[in-house]
C-alpha cells in the first residue's frame, strides 16, 4: 500500500527563517512520482514540484529547495529566507507509474509572522 | 492560458438532495481527475477521466458519480447527499497524452459544498 505522512502538523516561524517540511513515504513501486503543492487560503492547491523516483538529484527553485532521498524514503521541502506569502498548507503527494491517484499527506501548515 | 476553473464555487444543499459540480479543464488536457477534502480525512481521490472514460476510481460509495464530456469537461454528481458529504471538492487535470506517462496535476479552486 502507498502512504505518505507528513509528520508536522503546524509549523510556525518569523519571517527570513529557514523552514523545512518532512516528507516521508512508503510504497512498493520501484517507479513513482512525488509532487508538492501548496494551498493558500483561497483553496486552491498550487503546483510545486514533481520528483522521478529514478532522479534523485536536488532542486533548488528560488527560496524553494527539495531533497529527495530513496535511502530514507523521504522528499523534504525547504523554504528560505521566509516571507509571510509563504504562510499556507503544504501537501506532499505520491503517484506510482500506472496509477492516476494521487497520495495526499495530511499536510503542514506553516504560518510565517513579520 | 486559462486555469482549471470549478462552478460553483459554493453550494448549499440539504440532505438527501442530489447535486453536480462541474470543472473546465486547462485547454488542452484531456485528464480530469476530482478529490474530496475535508478536514478529517484530508485529500482523497474520487476517480478520473481521460478522453471521456472513467480510467481510476477511489474508495468512494455509488452515489458519487462522474461523467466526462468530448470538450474534456467534467461534471461530478453526489445522489442522495449525507452530512458528512460536506466538503471543498477539487478538480484537476493533467496534459496526459497515453496511459503510461505521469504528468503533473493542476488544480481548480475547488467547490465547497455544504449539507445541512
Known amino acids: 500500500a502507498q502512504k505518505v505522512t507528513q509528520a508536522q502538523t503546524e509549523i510556525s516561524v518569523v519571517e527570513k527563517e529557514d523552514v523545512t517540511l518532512d516528507c516521508v513515504y512508503e510504497t512498493r513501486d520501484t517507479t513513482y512520482y512525488l509532487f508538492w503543492y501548496k494551498q493558500p487560503p483561497s483553496g486552491e492547491l498550487v503546483f510545486l514540484i514533481r520528483?522521478?523516483?529514478?532522479?534523485?538529484q536536488n532542486e533548488i527553485s528560488g527560496r524553494y529547495s527539495w531533497n529527495f532521498q530513496k535511502s530514507t524514503s523521504s522528499f523534504n521541502f525547504t523554504i528560505t529566507a521566509s516571507q509571510v506569502v509563504d504562510s499556507a498548507v503544504y501537501f506532499c503527494a505520491l503517484r506510482n507509474q500506472a496509477g492516476t491517484a494521487l497520495i495526499f499527506g495530511k499536510g503542514t501548515t506553516l504560518s510565517v509572522s513579520s | 492560458k486559462a486555469g482549471v476553473t470549478q462552478t460553483p464555487r459554493y453550494l448549499i444543499k440539504t440532505r438527501g438532495q442530489q447535486v453536480t459540480l462541474s470543472c473546465s479543464p486547462i485547454s488542452g488536457h484531456r485528464s480530469v481527475s476530482w478529490y474530496q477534502q475535508t478536514p478529517g480525512q484530508g485529500l482523497q481521490f474520487l476517480f478520473e477521466?481521460?478522453?471521456?472514460?472513467?480510467?481510476n476510481k477511489g474508495n468512494f460509495p455509488g452515489r458519487f458519480s462522474g461523467r466526462q464530456f468530448s470538450n474534456s469537461r467534467s461534471e461530478m454528481n453526489v445522489s442522495t447527499l449525507e452530512l458528512g458529504d460536506s466538503a471543498l471538492y477539487l478538480c484537476?487535470?493533467?496534459?496526459?497524452?497515453?496511459?503510461?506517462?505521469?504528468?503533473?496535476?493542476?488544480f481548480g479552486p475547488g467547490t465547497r459544498l455544504t449539507v445541512t
Open positions: 484537476a487535470s493533467s496534459g496526459r497524452v497515453s496511459l503510461d506517462r505521469v504528468y503533473e496535476q493542476y
Open positions: 477521466y481521460f478522453s471521456e472514460t472513467q480510467r
Open positions: 520528483r522521478n523516483s529514478f532522479d534523485e
